[in-house]
C-alpha cells in the first residue's frame, strides 16, 4: 500500500504488482483485501472494515456476509469452471499426469472507471481453487473464537511476559493494551463495538480440525509501524488513545491506496508460491519477506536470484529486505550491560539523580521506577551493531552466488529502522519527553532492519 500510495496521481504507465507467498494464507488474506478495496466504492466503510479484516479477532456482520455470499459464490464457480475445462476432479490420478494444468488457473476481476482499468490476477494451481473455497466458507462460533483467542492472549504459564511487556508501556496508554487484548478489536477508544461479532477466521487455523488463533499473546498491530509516525495523528480529545491514532494513521494510508486503485491503471497478480513463472519478468521494486531473506535457498527453477529480476534499464530499481534479529540466550539484548546509551536519558525523565558509574547497578529491590529501569528496551545503536555483524555486504553470497546485487550506502526508499523516533536533538536543541517516549518505550522484539539493494552499475543498461 504505502509503494502504491506513493505514486503520483497522474503516472501515465500501466502498474503491475506481483504478490507470492509460499503460505495460502498469507495469499488467501491479499486476495480477500484487495478484491474488497476494489468492489467497494463507500470509502469509509471499506477502509473500517479492511482494518478489522487486517488487525481485528472480529469482523462486522457486513463484511462477513460479502466473504461467505458473493465472494465465495464467485470462487466456487470458477472452480466449477476449470473443473469442467478439464474434465476431471482435482484429486484424481489423471491430474497428476496433467502437467500443463498446475499453474494455469486463473481468474481475473476487472473494474473500468473513468477509462481506468484495474484489475485483480489470482492464479492457482488447480488443486489450490477447492482449497480457496473451503477457505472462505469456514464458519466459527463466537464463543469458539473467544475460548480459541483466551486460550494464547490470556496463557497462564505467559502471564510474567504480558505484565513486562505492559509494564514497559507509558501509564495513560496501558489501557488501550488492555483493551485490545481483552476485546481484540482495533477502534479508538469510545467507538462503540456492538455490531463487530463476527470472528475474523483468516485470523485462526483450522489444519487440526478446531479453530487455533494465530498471533502470539503480545504482537499489537502497532508493531512494524512507526510509532513517532502514527502519533502524530489526531484521535480526538482521548490524546493518549494510541491504538485510536494507529487506527486514524492506517485510515488515512487505506484510503489513500483506495484512491489509487481507480486513479492508476493498475494490475495485482496473486501467485501461491510460483516464482518460477516470473524468470521473464522485471520489477522496479522487489521486497522480500522476511524467512525469504534467512532461508538463503534460491527457489526452485530461478537463476541469480534475485538480482535477474531487478529492471536493468531502471537506474533506481531495488531490492529490499527486512533483516530480523531475535533475542538469543547468547546474545542476551535485554541486559543491564547494554543499556549505556539510556544513562543521560532516564534520569532526566524519571526525575532521579544521575549515576556516576557509565552502567546501571543490579538493584534487589521491588521498587517500580527501578524495576521499569530494567524494562527499557534495547538502544538502538546495540542493536544496528547487531545488524552490522549478521548482515555484511556479501549477504547475498553462498546459494545466492552471482546475484550481481550490491548494498546501497544509504537507503533511498525506507527508513532502516522503522522505530527511530525522527531527528536526533542536536547539542544545541533540547530533548522533549515525547522523543525520550518513543525512544524508551518502543516494542522492538523482534528487533526488524530494512536494508535496500541494487544491480551494480556495471550489470545495468542505459534506459
Known amino acids: ?115 481506468i482499468s484495474a484489475s485483480i490476477n489470482l492464479k492457482l494451481a488447480y488443486t489450490d481453487w477447492p482449497y480457496l473455497a473451503r477457505y472462505l466458507e469456514r464458519d466459527l462460533l463466537r464463543e469458539e473464537a473467544i475460548s480459541a483467542r483466551n486460550a494464547v492472549v490470556a496463557c497462564e504459564s505467559r502471564l510474567d511476559n504480558r505484565e513486562r511487556y505492559l509494564f514497559r508501556q507509558p501509564y495513560a496508554e496501558r489501557p488501550c493494551y488492555i483493551r485490545f487484548m481483552e476485546e481484540g478489536i482495533l477502534l479508538p477508544m469510545g467507538r462503540p463495538s456492538h455490531d463487530i461479532v463476527k470472528p475474523n477466521v483468516t485470523l485462526f487455523d483450522f489444519s487440526s480440525g478446531v479453530g487455533t488463533w494465530l498471533l502470539d499473546d503480545t504482537r499489537g498491530p502497532e508493531r512494524r509501524w512507526s510509532r513517532s509516525e502514527f502519533k502524530k495523528t489526531f484521535p480526538g480529545f482521548a490524546k493518549n488513545d494510541i491504538y485510536g491514532k494507529l487506527f486514524y494513521y492506517l485510515q488515512g494510508i487505506i484510503t489513500t491506496f483506495h484512491t489509487r486503485m481507480r486513479t492508476l491503471d493498475i494490475e495485482f497478480s496473486i501467485e501461491h508460491n510460483s516464482l518460477s513463472s516470473l524468470n521473464r519478468c522485471k520489477f522496479d521494486r522487489i521486497l522480500l519477506p522476511e524467512e525469504e531473506t534467512h532461508s538463503y535457498i534460491v527457489p526452485t527453477g530461478l537463476k541469480r536470484w534475485p538480482g535477474d529480476f531487478l529492471n536493468p534499464h531502471n537506474l533506481k530499481s531495488t531490492i529490499i529486505t527486512p533483516c530480523r534479529i531475535c533475542p538469543t540466550p547468547g546474545r542476551k539484548m535485554n541486559t543491564n550491560d547494554n543499556r549505556h546509551e539510556l544513562v543521560d536519558l532516564l534520569p532526566r525523565y524519571f526525575e532521579i539523580p544521575p549515576w556516576k558509574s557509565p552502567q546501571f547497578p543490579i538493584f534487589d529491590t521491588l521498587d517500580p521506577i527501578k524495576l521499569q529501569l530494567l524494562e527499557f528496551a534495547v538502544p538502538v545503536g546495540y542493536i544496528e551493531s547487531l545488524f552490522r555483524i549478521d548482515n555484511c555486504d556479501d549477504y547475498f553470497k553462498g546459494t545466492w552466488e552471482r546475484s550481481d546485487v550490491f548494498r546501497k550506502e544509504e537507503n533511498t526508499i525506507v527508513e532502516p529502522w522503522p522505530y527511530f523516533p525522527g531527528e536526533k536533538p542536536t547539542l544545541w536543541t533540547a530533548s522533549t519527553p515525547e522523543l525520550d517516549q518513543d525512544i524508551v518505550f518502543e516494542d522492538r522484539y523482534p528487533a526488524v532492519w530494512y536494508i535496500e539493494w541494487d544491480l551494480c552499475y556495471r550489470y545495468r543498461t542505459p534506459p
Open 1 to 115: 500500500m504505502m509503494t502504491v500510495n506513493g505514486i503520483p496521481e497522474d503516472y501515465p504507465k500501466k502498474v503491475k504488482i506481483v504478490i507470492s507467498n509460499k503460505d495460502f494464507n498469507v495469499v488467501a488474506r491479499a486476495y480477500i483485501i484487495l478484491t474488497y478495496l476494489l468492489c467497494h466504492d463507500d470509502v469509509l466503510l471499506a477502509t473500517e472494515n479492511t482494518i478489522h479484516l487486517w488487525y481485528s479477532a472480529f469482523i462486522p456482520e457486513s463484511l462477513h456476509s460479502w466473504i461467505r455470499g458473493p465472494l465465495y459464490e464467485y470462487i466456487l464457480i470458477e472452480s466449477y469452471k476449470f473443473r469442467d475445462q478439464h474434465g476431471f476432479e482435482p484429486n484424481t490420478i489423471e491430474r497428476f499426469f496433467s502437467d500443463e494444468i498446475t499453474d494455469a488457473c486463473s481468474t481475473r476481476m476487472t473494474r473500468e472507471l473513468a477509462g
